[in-house]
């Protein structure tokens, strides 16, 4: 169930915007957002330091890796952008986590494979469900790059009832506004992950440029048997 008009779109969105994306109200808004989902994504997955290898599925300039470096031994973000991917690692390098190499991101479309076999304890991924053509194909390819008993942690916007009016140029990138618990739910369990729970983890109210934020982040997570 390929979109390429989805995909091309997103890629040349993020591509434009990934340089100064931290200057940006949106860009700004999401290092809040990841701020207050943190604390859930910690306590979701037994994240260790000497241990845990993980993925940042759409990765984005790296910000919400950065967070994570405490917790992890290995950190791979993987994004379609390659201005995204370039922002990470030099973010990486400008706040001293690279490492060398042990936190860093590549450009990938995972739809097509790859990676070398590599597997991960734990997989997250922010605010990228809404921009796929299917989560439920997605899904399944996360689950194929976890390690027997490891976590997939997924956050995005809970569903609201009303439909959202978005710009054109918003409008093109985006599949859906956000997910409920059954959709999720069902995203997980159809690719054999057990799911493991649902939350509203990061409520937001505030103006984004001209735009009236009025939306919650969830985290759904499951793991693999
Ligand atoms: C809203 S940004 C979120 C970035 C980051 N996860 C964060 O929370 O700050 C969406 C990201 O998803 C990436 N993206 C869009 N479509 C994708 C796809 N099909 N596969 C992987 N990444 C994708 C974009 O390039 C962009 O970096």
Redesign the pocket.
């Known amino acids: 169930m390929f979109d390429a008009n989805l995909?091309d779109s997103?890629?040349a969105h993020?591509d434009h915007f990934a340089r100064d994306l931290d200057k940006q109200p949106w860009g700004i808004v999401?290092m809040k957002?990841?701020r207050k989902l943190l604390p859930h994504v910690l306590k979701a997955a037994p994240f260790d330091k000497d241990t845990s290898e993980v993925m940042?599925?759409?990765?984005?300039?790296g910000?919400?890796s950065s967070l994570l470096v405490p917790h992890a031994k290995s950190i791979l973000g993987?994004?379609?952008?390659s201005g995204?991917v370039d922002e990470f690692n030099s973010n990486m390098k400008k706040w001293g986590l690279a490492d060398e190499g042990r936190f860093s991101a590549i450009r990938a479309?995972?739809t097509e494979g790859g990676l070398d076999g590599k597997k991960f304890d734990i997989i997250f991924?922010?605010?990228?469900y809404h921009?796929?053509?299917s989560v439920e194909e997605?899904t399944k390819v996360l689950a194929s790059f976890l390690k027997p008993g490891g976590r997939l942690l997924i956050m995005d916007w809970i569903v609201g009832e009303e439909k959202e009016q978005y710009s054109e140029q918003i409008g093109r990138?985006m599949k859906v506004g956000g997910f409920n618990e059954e959709e999720m739910k069902t995203a997980f369990e159809s690719t054999g992950l057990e799911f493991l729970g649902f939350e509203p983890a990061a409520k937001m109210d505030e103006m984004v440029g001209d735009y009236h934020l009025d939306k919650t982040a969830y985290l759904a997570w499951g793991g693999k048997k």
């Open positions: 995909y997103n890629v993020w999401g957002i990841w940042d599925f759409g990765c984005g300039n910000f919400n993987v994004d379609v952008s995204m479309d995972l991924s922010t605010m990228v921009h796929l053509p997605t990138i």
